[in-house]
């Protein structure tokens, strides 16, 4: 949901209950990922389709094909057979080189991986992560075969 603060700033709540804040003028985001990427994140393309600015206008200069086509105007020239440059001296080339040695670390490996940026952990049934079985309750006043009897 996107909601407008003023003329360049909007307020974007994701549906995870998240919120951030687009400055369109200073060209940010919250998130960081604008600020770091140089072309408008998620949050930052939902908020200029609201006021119908072309998204495409809101990624940095640098990012534009002009630039891309300036990086390139020279020519190219082609690169020389690798095998050509120059002969590997025999002491080098027939070298046996190990791997490093690593040493596994203390503890029980993780078994979760890092949540991405924005990323939310999704809370699971604990009961049916366990093949599927549901722990059944006993209902109050019936005493089990482990229950001592009164
Ligand atoms: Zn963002």
């Known amino acids: 949901m996107v909601v407008k603060v003023n003329e360049?700033?909007?307020?974007?709540?994701?549906?995870?209950?998240?919120?951030?804040?687009?400055?369109?003028?200073?060209?940010?985001?919250?998130?960081?990922?604008?600020?770091?990427m140089k072309i408008p994140c998620s949050h930052a393309v939902g908020a200029p389709i609201r006021v119908d600015l072309p998204v495409h206008t809101r990624c940095d200069p640098a990012s534009s094909t002009f630039y891309w086509k300036l990086a390139y105007h020279d020519s190219i020239i082609p690169v020389p057979d690798l095998s050509n440059l120059y002969s590997v001296p025999d002491d080098i080339a027939t070298m046996q080189i190990p791997p490093p040695k690593t040493q596994r670390p203390p503890g029980r490996p993780?078994?979760?991986?890092?949540?991405?940026?924005?990323?939310?952990?999704?809370?699971?049934?604990?009961?049916r992560s366990r093949g599927g079985n549901v722990r059944a309750t006993m209902a109050p006043g019936i005493t089990g075969h482990h229950m001592a009897k009164t």
């Open 8 to 36: 360049h700033n909007y307020e974007v709540k994701t549906p995870m209950g998240m919120s951030f804040h687009v400055d369109l003028q200073m060209r940010t985001c919250t998130c960081e990922e604008w600020t770091l």
């Open 110 to 127: 993780k078994r979760s991986r890092y949540l991405s940026s924005g990323e939310v952990k999704e809370l699971r049934d604990r009961r």
